[in-house]
Nanobody
Framework: VQLQASGGGLVRAGDSLSLSCVAVGRTFSNYAMAWFRQAPGKEREFVAS????????DYADSVKGRFTISRDNAKNTLSLLMNNLKLEDSAVYYCAVGGRPYVYSDIRRSSFIHHWGQGTLVTVSS
């Protein structure tokens, strides 16, 4: 099973960027999924999550109103649209799959994650 993340890059503050994550090898249509990020010298932190049918979403306060998470179960794809990027959004972004099907309450916790993508780097410059 692989989670292949893409879409990272170098952008300027205020720009937008869209990340994608494709699951290869199996489907996760019954699992909550999420995006985390890790900046240099910092711990990995929760960014956004989405329920298995896409009917519930949650965001870290720092990205609420700027980022939008979505998924397409038919394509095994998870996405993150990031608008109005800030310098502090610079990090490696990881897509993630929850550890048990039909469980959403624990998706913010790194310890609950069962599958991690390889990460895609987002750098925001001034």
């Amino acid at each position: 099973v692989q989670l292949q993340a893409s879409g990272g890059g170098l952008v300027r503050a205020g720009d937008s960027l869209s990340l994608s994550c494709v699951a290869v090898g199996r489907t996760f249509s019954n699992y909550a999924m999420a995006w985390f990020r890790q900046a240099p010298g910092k711990e990995r932190e929760f960014v956004a999550s989405i329920r298995w049918r896409g009917d519930g979403k949650d965001y870290a306060d720092s990205v609420k109103g700027r980022f939008t998470i979505s998924r397409d179960n038919a394509k095994n794809t998870l996405s993150l649209l990031m608008n109005n990027l800030k310098l502090e959004d610079s990090a490696v972004y990881y897509c993630a799959v929850g550890g048990r099907p039909y469980v959403y309450s624990d998706i913010r916790r790194s310890s609950f994650i069962h599958h991690w993508g390889q990460g895609t780097l987002v750098t925001v410059s001034s």
